[in-house]
């Protein structure tokens, strides 16, 4: 079952500026997808459609049978966004508080939001911290943070829009696990890269985008010898050993 669908999407930022061009793409529920390119490939542009932070000009888009322009509440619902820089989605004054933000916008009962928090935030491992100012976290924390805080939604779709940037390596291990949980408990997920090495050993399909376009759709053992002429480092686990290694191990 396809729980995205996406067709002739195009996206104009400009007159000569092309953001998306005529992509088309399916997504399966529950499938595990690397989105890679360059800078200013697309697949940030591409994200932004799947939750109406952007429309397209030309194509339309699916998520979980709701069309994003003529039912964008029911499509947000759907899709819980990880943004590339966690500081931009804190808002509240302390943990709690800031995963409380969303729940409280869909003006629940506050036993169920209570139940939300707590839940998302267990699941994430930051209860303990649930009185901190989240702007004093670490870079991975604030992340997971960010991740909790899309739980509360119950979304059945996860992006993350270059999840690992500016991460060290605890934080890497502490994001890229809490990825997988999120996988295993039956979540799509849509992670957008231009660094395939730290994900790529989980990843069951890898796109590749240049220029606005779907260049490259298939197994990511079977598209690895091409990454680098779309300006894409090939991992240095399959490099040197011929497989990908996770950097779990």
Not at 140 to 146: I, P, S
Not at 211 to 220: C, F, T
Not at 224 to 236: A, D, L, N
Request: proline residues 4%.
């Amino acid at each position: 079952m396809n729980i995205i669908e996406i067709k002739n999407l195009t996206h104009r930022f400009s007159e000569n500026c092309i953001g998306l061009d005529r992509v088309s793409l399916n997504i399966r529920e529950g499938e595990f997808v690397v989105i890679a390119g360059a800078n200013g490939s697309g697949k940030t542009t591409l994200l932004r459609h799947l939750n109406g932070l952007l429309f397209p000009d030309d194509g339309t888009v699916f998520v979980s049978g709701f069309s994003v322009v003529q039912k964008p509440k029911q499509a947000r619902q759907c899709v819980g966004m990880v943004f590339q820089d966690a500081d931009t989605q804190i808002v509240g004054e302390t943990v709690y508080d800031d995963v409380a933000f969303g729940p409280e916008n869909l003006c629940l009962g506050e036993p169920e939001i209570q139940k939300r928090v707590e839940g998302a935030l267990k699941a994430v491992g930051l209860w303990e911290f649930r009185y901190h100012r989240p702007h004093l976290l670490s870079g991975g924390e604030k992340r997971r943070l960010a991740i909790a805080g899309v739980l509360t939604m119950k979304p059945r779709i996860l992006v993350f829009d270059e999840p690992f940037s500016n991460l060290d390596y605890p934080g890497i291990r502490q994001v890229l696990s809490q990825m997988l949980k999120l996988h295993r408990q039956g979540h799509t997920m849509l992670v957008t890269t231009h660094d395939l090495e730290k994900v790529i050993a989980h990843a069951q399909r890898l796109i590749i985008m240049q220029k606005g376009q779907l260049v490259r759709d298939g197994l990511p053992g079977d598209l690895v010898e091409e990454v680098e002429q779309f300006g894409i480092r090939r991992p240095c686990s399959f490099e040197f050993k011929g497989e990908f290694i996770s950097w779990l191990n």
